[in-house]
């Protein structure tokens, strides 16, 4: 049994969904029996060995677990050139290689298993890169289930690839003409559509947001890369790293690899939300740093917002980041001041984007681009022994039509 | 007795079901909106349910997120729609108003402010969508501590086990969704929906109206033979959208057409007055 310190960070949620005073169950009657429903089918799976067992199966052989922790040699040589002797090294948290190319099928692997263990046969989401929805067509193929996926107007044209794999995968894929018609407007439509065929229906959330059970379950799904990173860094370094840093859009890949570190009080932990075209433009997405408690999608968070209560249409190069929310955890632990939280422009991610690529033969995603710019940034300030993780939350092939683009050919 | 029983009690005297007519608070513009609510009691209506316009209305269809959309775009806020219960309190007395929406610009408002200006606006009660009873602690209770009715949708899911928590602290009266959806979606099976008005009754004395679904004279009858009231917003505010000119700005029958029918439903509800009042 692991005893978890009196002040420990990892202890949220409480029995009513709340990390401190954030996360809830902010949803209209009609989804509330079905939201208590979730939370007592996954509180018996979480204590029944058989669906772990059954997870960790699916893990290893159609996922393809454990992700390796790769030190990234070349980018660490890189930004220790005119460093003066110092700069981090750097190990990336290889993500991107699961099956479906993002840490979003860990999650939709855990809620797919607890989707068939209430008897539920259809299955919808929201997306906004359309990684989530990917992952969730893969698993509602391989396992015979009907899947809908709501997706922004403005992200199935800049995320095309991922259109089609939905469809292929025999996905309806929805685009939302709803609001900004990126990826809050596509979880408004979800949540209609749950709230009309709700009992046959389960909702696969993609992050780390939404009402209580969703937050802290998804969490505890993506939790394996936090786990696999502490043991893998061990095994490598015979010690914990200093420092962890991801991307953050709703928060899940950021909560899996941070999760099981919170209370190793000496790892620095930074979470990087998108700048967009910088805080000072308003078009952004950085919720912390630039918005404030609200509620919104069945949960209190840090909202962008205007002064009426007014959701605010976020921005991002990256349709995973365009999101003008975060999850309720984090919005603790940014209050708390356990995780620092910063931000990175689309110009700094459109860099880092290209620099990882070039120097080590992996096209990130445009998501965790935001993370590696900040690393670019942090890398040279720390000294040499200082070891860096960076979370490589998903590969950049979705995003090569958009870059391309934007770049005009030019590489 | 607050307004919103007196209403009832009063219906009931009549033999008939309440008419609860929803419009959204600044559409197509302040004017014209201030115009429609003072015009709801004269065209029927018996009490008047306010949207208060949201960018992410959750739990609505079309017609209603696009009344919300031409609302906030003619710059629609909390304080604008507070003032506008004013206005319509100074020359209606009797009415009751409640305001609808979600918790976000309640929030954001500050809910002991809101409370306060609510209160002191006229306004009798209040129907948050994304408000379960499990965040009671949120608004319901300083609600209810404030003088102002708290309304709750009971909905198909809500089962026997889960009624009393629903009907726990709701005040004035139960609003009963009569579908598994968003609003302005499919047409209620009417006798589906007259057994859950009674399974329901049987948990409360508080009038149970009944909403969602909800477009004609002919609806509005078949509802009332067996609920407490009615209630209609989506074919209102889909009347206003219907009435626009080119440019969505209202035209001069805009009025009328909400007029029209405010009273085509209200002479459905009293063509179903009950057999039992005599
Ligand atoms: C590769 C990748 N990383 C990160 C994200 C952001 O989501 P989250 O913050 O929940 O990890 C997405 C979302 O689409 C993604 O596709």
């Known amino acids: 049994m692991t005893v978890q310190p009196l002040n420990s960070y990892r202890s949220g949620p409480d029995e009513r969904g709340h990390f401190g005073m954030f996360g809830g169950r902010f949803v209209a009657e009609t989804l509330m029996p079905v939201i208590l429903e979730v939370e007592k089918a996954y509180a018996a799976a979480k204590d029944d060995p058989a669906f772990q067992a059954e997870m960790d199966g699916y893990l290893a052989h159609y996922v393809g677990r454990p992700s390796p922790l790769y030190y990234a040699e070349r980018l660490t040589e890189r930004l220790r050139e005119g460093a003066g002797g110092k700069g981090a090294k750097i190990y990336l948290k290889r993500e991107e290689l699961n099956h479906t190319g993002s840490h979003k099928v860990n999650n939709v692997l855990g809620q797919i298993l607890l989707a068939r263990r209430m008897g539920k046969k259809r299955i919808i989401a929201e997306t906004g890169a359309g990684q989530h929805g990917v992952a969730t067509a893969t698993l509602c193929a391989r396992f015979g289930l009907e899947c809908v996926i709501y997706m922004g107007a403005v992200d199935v044209e800049r995320q095309k690839p991922n259109v089609f794999r939905m469809q292929m995968l025999g996905a309806t894929v929805v685009p939302v003409q709803s609001g900004s018609r990126t990826l809050k407007d596509a979880m408004n439509e979800a949540l209609r559509d749950w709230v009309t065929n709700v009992a046959t229906t389960y909702y696969c959330i993609g992050t780390v947001a939404g009402p209580h059970p969703y937050p802290g379950m998804v969490r505890d799904f993506q939790a394996v890369i936090g786990k696999e990173t502490r043991e893998q860094i061990l095994a490598a370094e015979g010690r914990l790293p200093d420092s962890l840093v991801a991307c953050i859009g709703g928060g899940s890949n950021a909560m899996g690899l941070f999760y099981p570190f919170l209370d190793d009080k000496d790892v620095e932990i930074y979470g990087v939300e998108a700048a967009g075209h910088g805080l000072a433009s308003g078009q952004h997405a950085a919720s912390l740093t630039g918005g404030r408690p609200g509620v919104l999608h069945g949960n209190r968070t840090y909202l962008l917002m205007d002064d009426d209560g007014q959701i605010a249409e976020a921005h991002s190069i990256s349709a995973g980041l365009d999101y003008p929310g975060i999850g309720p955890e984090h919005a603790f632990l940014h209050e708390t001041g356990r995780v620092t939280y910063i931000s990175a422009t689309d110009k700094e991610a459109l860099e880092a984007f290209m620099l990882l690529s070039k120097l080590e033969g992996i096209i990130p995603a445009l998501e965790p681009a935001h993370a590696l710019a900040k690393v670019v940034e942090l890398a040279p300030q720390k000294p040499q022994d200082h070891i860096m993780v960076v979370n490589l939350s998903g590969r950049g092939d979705k995003d090569v039509p958009q870059v391309a683009d934007i770049l005009g050919g030019q590489f | ?278």
């Open chain 2, 1 to 278: 007795m607050s307004r919103i029983d007196r209403r009832f009690a009063a219906c009931r005297a009549e033999g008939r079901a309440a008419l609860v007519t929803f419009v959204t608070a600044g559409d197509p513009d302040a004017d014209t909106s201030l115009a429609i609510l003072k015009a709801l009691p004269r065209a029927g209506a018996d009490l008047i349910e306010i949207g208060m316009p949201f960018t992410d209305p959750m739990a609505d269809g079309p017609a209603i997120q696009l009344s919300s959309q031409r609302a906030l775009k003619g710059g629609q806020t909390l304080k604008k729609t507070l003032d506008m219960v004013r206005a319509l309190r100074a020359g209606e007395a009797d009415t009751p108003v409640i305001l609808m929406g979600y918790y976000n610009p309640i929030y954001i408002y500050g809910v002991e402010r809101f409370l306060k200006d609510a209160r002191e606006a006229g306004v009798d009660g209040l129907i948050v969508v994304d408000l379960p009873p499990e965040e009671d602690d949120e608004l319901c209770v300083p609600a209810l501590k404030a003088g102002l009715s708290f309304i709750r949708l009971a909905t198909p899911t809500t089962d026997d086990a889960r009624l009393p928590a629903v009907l726990a602290n709701t005040s004035g009266f139960v609003y009963y969704v009569s579908i598994t959806g968003i609003t302005g979606s499919a047409t209620p099976d009417f006798g589906a929906v007259a057994q859950s008005v009674a399974r329901i009754k049987a948990h409360t004395n508080l009038p149970v109206v009944v909403g969602f679904g909800v477009k004609t004279g002919e609806h509005a009858a078949a509802i009332a033979r067996g609920a407490d009231g009615v209630v209609v917003g989506s074919a209102l505010v889909e009347a206003v959208r219907a009435s626009l000119d080119g440019e969505g700005r209202a035209t001069a029958g805009t009025l009328a057409a909400v007029e029209a029918l405010v009273g085509e439903l209200a002479a459905g509800v009293r063509s179903a007055a009950k057999a039992t009042a005599a």
